[in-house]
């Protein structure tokens, strides 16, 4: 016990016999004391008896420690498992400082520290601080500046062969039971190193993961066994009073060691082991290190137990797969020092990226090396590192010469794919974020990659997001693996082959045919190249559409989306059944088909697919197809009249007033005769009217006037009417109405009777590109230009050339008849009576002093243009003829009217009457033809004549031959038509010679 004042200690002296007293005392505790001698006369003495002789007891005792006592000193672990985490060889953190604090323990709370914690644990590689309390016999502090420890570590193995001590393995075992080995060597059951049974049969029933105590407990024949030194530690320096630091490296083989502690006093002589030396060291993996991780394919092989067992070949499956088919991976943990690292979770992230491109594109090093100069001369690793062809520049030992030789901001590691580095454009759909779980080594993983191309997987470390590169984020070995995926050509599906006319809204002109193609495609929508037409085939199923009100209408097909086809409500299926057209393979898994449609309009278009007689379809393959009508053809071109009485396409003639605008729609048609909806601006159609019976060499100078060669135009006057009816418009050009047709638009035409109307293609004023005018269908087009409206001052009656009205008297009963001729205001002819709304005619014959009526005047309307007046005349002399119409003077009256006996001079038109022989009565004069019944005479048209009087018809001139004038009364005056020529007057006529001009 320590000795203090209030409880002092106390010694009687020994009498030697020779005047002097020996005072005997042992100290066990260093430290200071005061010594106080007394001297007394009695056993007891009063105080007052007692005599210090040391005066003031100022005599000091240092008492210093004894001997150090091995036994009595211990080794103390001075590190967490957590705190050991961050401190791992070569990445000490700047600021630990490794002069820990010491322990205030006492030597009992220290034996039951050492009872309670047999083993201590550390991470591979980590620097191990051991705190030793030095003490002598009797515990106290010891501290010399000879003292030593040392310090080292033993690798426990299997055989006990030179083993100097066994510990069990795993350390504090326990069975699953709940027994640990001390029960088992308690209990009996093993003893002096092996079961002390030999029905082992309970030791199987309690095993855990097939360890039994036979293997683990040291006394029943298990455990480890320390033989041999591994790492030797130095001392670091005291501490404090009585504590030394000793540091040791720890092991970097993940396993159970023997921890020995020996010191040595004053000399190279060890003073023993220390009390609790040696200590069991487990030595657990450090934090997982990137670099040494291994991914490989997953595989029934077992898994290596360091990173260089690992095949970083391995984690490439070799070769071209099949999209869809699941890669299984798995990705080794190691840490720092290669062993398996189970102890820490790890995050890891599963990259992958279309194949690869050196960026930026033609990069090259300071020095001029490309990117393929790096991978050729291996001056990178795929990983990114230095590669060995750097061996010889002074950047390898320190593994800066990537950087060294950077150029454009980029190293070899971040512009080259060979070094790790490069483009490709990440798929968002493949990245995986992995986390180990504590206590396993692997992370395993599926990739599964459905769409065919070229990619490059990686796996990074301390990172949870893809770049390329990722930052400072680390690849394991084995990464990056190339994967080659082609498409599944087993697979086939229907419902993701692509019709290729995908566009918006694909086009074709009527006739020219447009090439539908399938692309056949996997499950996973990716092209196949090869198939197999015996197995797998395509029809085209085209369907053309209606408006849906239209009665054409007409449910959709199978494979025809009607959802595709309403194209917003405004279609449905029709008129036309359904076109089923087998496609051609070309060979690398498009098929194809023709359509070759020759109506305008849309057409809904899906491709079916079959194999083996199973048919299916989707939304890819289907599509509308517009067909537009192609150039335009004048043959199919038609016209119209828009504004005629027989305005429809069909009419043989359409017909028009005198005073009516001609209007014809020109409608444009290609050769399929469908509408031409849209036409180039230098595309038109050229009219105009002619008279019936112009001749043909008229309408060919109009139409060379308009820049056509007289040769050229020759085709589109064809079948020409080559009589001599004079008169033509100008050419008119039509006007484009921005549907599908052009408006001719001719002014009224005043004289009534039959005209043709020709219409001619033309392009950019001229004929077509070939050179010729060609004429729309159905050339010429009758136009029939009748009167108008009855005009009562252009109507008028048949009189003498000096406008008076000559007539007779007449025996009684008999009537003179005067021929009332209806007119429209340009003075034709009408061909039809009063309407019945029309105003009141009235006539009179009157005086034309007084204007007293002579004779009332009767009127007939004879419905075909003419209105009849009779009256009879009993006295000869002068009159007027007075018409009303609607109460007003009308029809050219008053006319004159004389009346005399029979002479036929003064007759109604008295040039075409002679007197018969017996003067009887008056006849139609030659050149002349009997009209209205023997009342009045006409004479013969051109190419007509009569030789002798009072003729009912006028003779015909003989073929190619025509007269120049009315009212001719001999053949001879019939004379050659334009073009044709005679050798003798009043012989035939013959065409015109080539190069010669015949004409009268």
Known sequence: DMVTAEEPYSEQSVAEGDGTYTISWAATHAGTYTLCVTGITEAEPAESEVHVINGDCEVQLEVSHSTMNGNRTFAVMQRSLDAWASFE???????????????????DEIMAYQSENRSVTALAGTIINILIYARDSYDNDYLSQDLRFASWVELLEDSAEGAEACVDNPWEWMDACGDDCGVYEAAGLCASGAPSTTDTAAFERCSVDNVTAVQACCACGGGKYSVNVTYEGQPFGNVSLGQYLVMVEAPVVSTVYMLQVQFYNGTETSGGNLANSPIVLQIMPGIVYVEHCCLSLRSDQQQPVTSSACDPAGANPGGSLSAGTSLSYVVHLFDKHDNLATGFETQLVVCVHARCQDAPAGWVDSAG???SAYEAQALCTAAGGVGTGFADDTCYAGGTCLADYSAGGKSAAEACCACGGGDGELVPDLTQVLLSELGSSEVHFEMQVNTAGNYTLRVYGNTTECGDPVGAARQVAGSPVELVVQENGAQLAGNASQLLQQEASPYAEAGMGLLMEVQGRDIYGNAITEMDPTVFNFTMVV???????????????????ADLVALG?????????AEYLTMDTRGDGVYTAMLDETAVGHYAVSAVGSDGGKAWTSSGNQTVV????????STQCYASASNSSDASAGSASHTFTSTQALEFLVHARDRYNNSITQVSSNENFAAFLEADGL?????????ADEGQTTANATNATEGANNSNVTGATNISWAEYQNTSTFLVQLEAQSSAGNYSLYVYYAIDGKGTPEGEWQGISGLPIGVVVVPDVLSPTASTVMTADDGTIYCSVLPEGEVTRLELIFRDAYGNALSTGLAEDAEVLAAEV????????VEAVEGEDARNGTYWLSFAMTTNGTFN???DYGRQVAFGSPYPMVVIGLNCSLSTGASMLQTSADGSECLCRPGHKVVLGGASCQPCPKGEYTSTAHQSECLTCATSMTTLFEASSSALDCVCTDGYYQEEVGKECYPCPDGAICTN
């Open 89 to 107: 060889k070569g990445d000490v953190n700047a600021s630990f400082n490794p002069l820990i604090e010491p322990l205030n323990m006492t030597l």
């Open 369 to 371: 090396r490309n990117c």
């Open 543 to 561: 369907a053309m559409l209606t408006e849906c009100e239209s009665d054409d209408a007409v449910p959709c097909p199978e494979h025809i989306d």
């Open 569 to 577: 409500g405004a279609w449905c299926c029709g008129p036309r059944a």
């Open 626 to 633: 517009l067909v537009g009508a192609t150039n335009i053809s």
């Open 695 to 703: 001749a043909a060499s008229r309408r060919r100078s109009l139409l």
């Open 846 to 853: 009157n005086e034309p002093a007084t204007g007293k009526l």
């Open 881 to 883: 003829l007075s018409i």
